[in-house]
């Protein structure tokens, strides 16, 4: 029976693609009534969706596939495009993928002005989560905390934005003083170099770049940044050999990523009844299959591969469950990194290393259970954030060398590269594997 309706599935997908719809439906309908198999069903609804031309009946034939299988990625890419939140246009074939954009392009941006004077407005590090006129000080609130919202990992990756790099320059058109100038393709954010008005590109625009879903707002300015630097430099007895410069504000982009699915895995156990007969001897394995589930809730990893090193030290210490939704005024006066890993190759590494972790934790999870074999075959990337976050960045001249020293926007946590106080690793830990990634 099984293979009868394998044997059905497959005439109808031949059908479907031959162009003949109704023969198709046909095969499809006898498959999912002779099927017990969940595997075939959830391809043979996949496919019914496929031949339906009406929409109310492609999204119930959509719905029930992924009511079966719900780590059907052709399937929720179509319920997408049914549901209207994916655009066909914007589809890219996944066997020829977008060449890396070239040249400079025209680019939308925001500017941000007080409605009262007319004077440059900046964000306030000090926590009010306002932008200050830096001449009249008139005041403007961005609104009340809220959580950032997570895109469908699915969604993105069938557009070129999930594979885009930002190797294009951005040529801007200033509204305050009429004049053109260009941002280097690594920051998102600038003043203009004439009447110093700040300007944030407008990434929801833009078709190879995605924008940000949520930020960490400054809690502090550089005054304080500058004191968290002299005492960390004191205590650590840091004698530097010439002048440090003044710390330095940037937002650093960060990918988090929701992992799910299941690890599959084969173990062995002694066969019981074999074990009560044959006392003396060794019993005879059995061998079974399974599946462990998995649930990875916001795996953080660098967008950039600049500051990695460091930045990856830093990470743990931001609180990122406070992240509120990208809000553009947040950037008003301070500079922005866009992320240079794109989406598609962080989430192969958010995958591999949520992997990596159960492999190591499985014997233990599952009572010491001898495993033989696992599999990584239906892990999932469920959804994904791409974040901003808030650091102060300067370099130390100690022992003859410029090293990096980064602090904690939020909290005023302090990392650098100096090897003499880096922090110990973890020893067989997530955030102890990603450091080992970045330092080799």
């Not at 997908?13 to 006898?30: L, M, P, Q, T, V």
């Not at 890993?341 to 499985?362: C, E, F, G, N, W």
């Amino acid at each position: 029976m099984s293979d009868y309706s394998k044997d059905l599935l497959r005439n109808g997908i031949i059908e479907a693609k031959a162009g003949n719809h109704e023969s198709a439906r046909r095969y499809f309908d006898r498959a999912i009534y002779m099927s017990g198999s969940h595997e075939v069903l959830a391809e043979a609804w996949f496919w019914m969706g496929e031949v339906c031309s009406d929409p109310t009946e492609k999204r119930k034939a959509l719905e029930n596939c992924l009511a079966l299988d719900m780590r059907h990625a052709r399937a929720r890419r179509a319920l997408a495009l049914v549901n209207g939140k994916l655009d066909a246009g914007e589809i890219i074939n996944p066997n020829q993928l977008p060449a890396a954009p070239d040249g400079s392009r025209q680019s939308d941006a925001q500017r941000f002005m007080c409605p009262k004077c007319g004077g440059r407005m900046s964000f306030a590090p000090d926590g009010s989560q306002r932008l200050v006129c830096d001449y009249c000080s008139r005041g403007q609130n961005l609104g009340a905390d809220e959580s950032a919202n997570e895109k469908d990992f699915i969604v993105a990756m069938a557009t070129k934005r999930g594979h885009g790099k930002p190797l294009q320059e951005q040529v801007f058109h200033c509204k305050g003083c009429g004049a053109e100038f260009i941002l280097p393709p690594n920051l998102i954010s600038a003043a203009c170099v004439y009447c110093d008005s700040p300007h944030v590109v407008n990434l929801e625009k833009a078709k190879d770049l995605l924008a940000p879903d949520g930020i960490i707002p400054y809690a502090f300015g550089q005054k304080r940044a500058v004191k968290i630097l002299i005492d960390w430099v004191e205590k650590n007895e840091i004698k530097p050999e010439q002048k440090v410069e003044l710390p330095r504000g940037l937002y650093i982009p960060l990918w988090t990523f929701d992992v799910g699915g299941a690890v599959e895995y084969t173990y062995e156990y002694a066969d019981p009844e074999d074990q009560l007969r044959s006392r003396n001897r060794k019993p005879r394995m059995i061998r079974a299959t399974d599946e462990y589930p998995v649930m990875v809730d916001d795996l953080a990893l660098p967008a950039s591969r600049k500051l990695s090193g460091v930045f990856v030290k830093l990470i743990p210490s931001f609180d990122t469950k406070s992240i509120q939704p990208y809000n553009p005024r947040f950037l008003a006066g301070m500079p922005a990194e866009i992320y240079d890993i794109p989406m598609a190759d962080a989430s192969l590494d958010a995958r591999s290393q949520t992997y990596k972790k159960y492999q190591t934790d499985l014997p233990h999870l599952l009572n010491n259970a001898n495993i033989v074999r696992t599999s990584s075959a239906n892990l999932l990337i469920e959804s994904f954030k791409l974040n901003l976050l808030p650091v102060w960045m300067t370099e130390l001249p100690f022992n003859g060398c410029e090293h990096l020293l980064l602090i904690n926007g939020q909290n005023g946590t302090v990392a650098s590269d100096i090897a003499k106080f880096d922090e110990e690793k973890e020893n067989g830990g997530l955030w102890g594997f990603i450091s080992d990634l970045f330092d080799e």
